[in-house]
């Protein structure tokens, strides 16, 4: 049974196409990308992504994480979820989590 993680990401949903192209060309299973309700690369807002990180892991009752950001990670162990910090290379991280039985 294939694992299907939840992709949250701080990117804009201005990048939602790209960010399906990259997991469908890597043949990368997910079960929903949530990105961040942002139309640029200028509209970044540190609290609003901490926000969006935090209450979409809360929310879809996510048990693991993998982030580049040790404040998220940080933080999300305050509500119970176990994490990560991935700087390198997340492909790799992301297929020793996934179960490809």
Do not use: Q
């Not at 901490?50 to 048990?63: N, T």
């Not at 950001?69 to 119970?80: A, H, P, Q």
Request: charged letters at 30%; a negative charge.
């Amino acid at each position: 049974m294939c694992v299907k993680p939840y992709v949250i990401t701080g990117r804009g949903n201005y990048f939602y196409e790209d960010t399906l192209y990259w997991l469908e060309k890597k043949n990368v299973p997910y079960r929903e990308v949530v990105t961040m309700e942002r139309e640029s690369m200028t509209s970044f807002d540190f609290n609003e992504y901490m926000k969006h990180k935090i209450s979409s892991y809360v929310e879809l009752k996510v048990d693991y994480a993998m982030d580049d950001d040790v404040r998220v990670i940080n933080s999300l162990s305050e509500y119970g979820i176990k994490g990560v910090v991935v700087k390198d290379n997340f492909e790799e991280a992301f297929w020793m989590l996934v179960d490809e039985e």
